[in-house]
């Protein structure tokens, strides 16, 4: 990409120092406070990180930047003028915009039509003047270093990184002071993410103030200036980046050290290598995907980790093994018999389950109770005369809520009112509900705070050792490293290499340079 644009020095001499100023914030919910006191501000051409554990106060502190809530006590400037109505127009109107974790975009439509959505250049006869918008967009595009290929694809035809492109560039049209980032690299890969901090770097270049929430650390030292980390409703760290380490981040967020909460006992028996596998695949093919094959085996007891780059095929690879996808050819194996998910249905009857990707739109219905949720894929189990029986479904939901430490008020407590990291325990208390013998997880720490993310790590580790097999899909390759026996890497839907835990190729980089690699033989196989 080109170099960052030189920001304007009229509009920089012009415009106050701090695009974002929240002095003394504090909110309650009824007698139940959630901010106490807090400061936080964000100067212009910078980029601020905010990290925090899921219930430390991101969300509500962001959402009363954005006019979503009012504070309890204290003020919010945007661009120096004071937010004094509790509206996100307003907000909007005086140049704050945010990019949410979940998609905004229409898929139907094409880049253009969704940078304009809601916004669109009108004529005095209500026509929209499409000139002058692709102008706009253009001279936008131009300033953030984006392609104009984007502007006339559709949104279901581009990559993830260029739908993420649009997102941003809707925002910072009208972002002219603020603009808030909420995990914006999930799921991207390496070099999109390096991209993507391109963009991030360029729009500061261009005087606005960014927010970056992220929960993975070390993005916040690949782009930020600046962070502040919250707990419990309190800043407990504001600090120039380059002052700060990952242990004194992890410190801040937690109160203790990240080694702690990732060697926690978990009572893990080893892998018997030795053992009859849980699952099977022999040449399985998917169109599109795996058009030659692949093949390996899921041992009881064994987290097999799935790293490959965004298109890779790791998220197809889990889809077909639980039904979602059709399966084009091959042989599969469940427990020593045949399997041949024709539907997810299918798939949970015979012990498969699977954790998405995007838990809000595949994994969970948000606008319904805990309880239900946890019982969808088990209705059998607390049906009787063709009657839900309520009572034993909310027995068997609050064991699970026990076992997993879900943060609720009870299982009535509609999912979509939890926490990112509750929300994910609850579809893992879907998961333990329907016993399952083989467990696929796909990016399951997304959008989790470290704390949370150490809490699903060992409950999975527990489930694999009461000898269920586990295919762990995700982009975090720290995380994968840390949870896996072994790693398969795929890359132009082939496996490139299988590489065990002990292995010299067990690590990032050589992660990192086998998903590179393109068409490549296959690393001879290793033992488990």
């Known amino acids: 990409m080109e170099a960052a644009p030189t920001p304007d020095p009229t509009r920089a001499a012009a415009a106050p120092e701090l695009a974002l100023e929240m002095r003394g914030i504090t909110k309650s919910f009824g007698p139940v406070p959630v901010l106490r006191g807090v400061d936080y501000v964000v100067r212009r051409g910078s980029i601020h990180a905010l990290v925090g554990h899921n219930g430390a106060g991101k969300s509500t502190l962001m959402k009363i930047a954005l006019g979503g809530h009012a504070p309890t006590e204290g ?124 963009v991030i770097r360029r729009v500061a270049a261009l005087g606005a103030g960014i927010v970056l929430i992220t929960h993975h650390l070390a993005e916040v030292f690949a782009v930020s200036d600046e962070v502040t980390c919250l707990r419990e409703g309190r800043v407990t760290l504001h600090t120039a980046t380059a002052a700060t380490d990952i242990p004194s981040l992890i410190e801040a967020m937690l ?49 097999v980790g799935v790293a490959g780059l965004v298109g890779s095929g790791r998220s197809t690879l889990l889809k077909a093994l639980f039904g979602a996808v059709p399966i084009a050819g091959g042989r599969l194996e469940l427990t020593g018999e045949p399997y041949a998910p024709r539907s997810p249905w299918a798939a949970i009857d015979r012990g498969v389950f699977l954790i998405p990707e995007n838990r809000a739109d595949e994994g969970l219905v948000p606008s319904e109770p805990i309880v239900e949720n946890v019982i969808l894929p088990v209705l059998p189990k607390v049906t009787s005369a063709h009657v839900v029986r309520m009572g034993r479904a909310r027995g068997m939901t609050r064991t699970l809520m026990a076992d997993l430490n879900v943060r609720a008020s009870g299982p009535d ?84 290499e299988v590489i065990p835990r002990g292995d010299p190729g067990f690590s990032d980089a050589h992660l990192i340079e086998a998903m590179q690699r393109r068409r490549t033989p296959v690393r001879e196989d290793v033992p488990r």
């Not at 030795?274 to 058009?291: C, E, Q, Y």
């Not at 000898?467 to 995700?474: P, S």
Request: charged letters at 25%; one cysteine or more; aromatic letters at 2%.
């Open 255 to 303: 109160g203790k050290s990240r080694s702690t909460i990732q060697n926690a006992p978990t009572n893990r028996a080893p892998v018997d290598p030795g053992a009859a596998p849980v699952l099977s695949v022999r040449d399985l093919s998917v169109t599109g995907k795996f058009p030659d094959g692949i093949s390996f085996d899921v041992a009881p007891g064994e987290i």
């Open 413 to 496: 407590q509609m999912v979509g009112e939890l926490s990112g990291g509750n929300q994910q325990k609850v579809v893992l208390a879907k998961a333990l509900a329907t016993g399952a013998a083989l467990l696929l997880l796909d990016e399951p720490t997304f959008g989790v705070d470290v704390g949370a993310a150490a809490e699903l790590i060992r409950h999975v580790r527990a489930m694999a050792a009461q000898g269920k097999g586990v295919l762990w899909a995700t982009s975090d390759l720290q995380e994968l490293l840390g949870v896996a026996d072994r790693v398969l890497v795929i890359a132009d839907g082939t496996i490139r």
């Open 75 to 198: 003020s919010v400037r945007i661009g120096g003028t004071e937010l004094t109505v509790a509206q996100p127009s307003e907000a909007r109107r005086l140049g704050l915009g945010m990019v949410l974790q979940e998609r905004s975009l229409i898929p139907t439509l094409n880049g253009l039509d969704n940078i304009f959505l809601n916004a669109e250049h009108v004529s005095r006869t209500r026509v929209i003047k499409r000139r002058s918008e692709l102008a706009e967009a253009r001279s936008l595009c131009d300033r953030l270093g984006i392609s104009h290929q984007v502007l006339g694809r559709r949104v279901a035809d581009m990559t993830a990184v260029e739908q993420q492109m649009v997102e941003i560039a809707k925002a910072v049209r009208l972002a002219t002071n603020v603009l808030i980032l909420d995990e914006p690299t999930a799921p991207l890969s390496y070099r999109e993410i390096d991209a993507l901090f391109d």
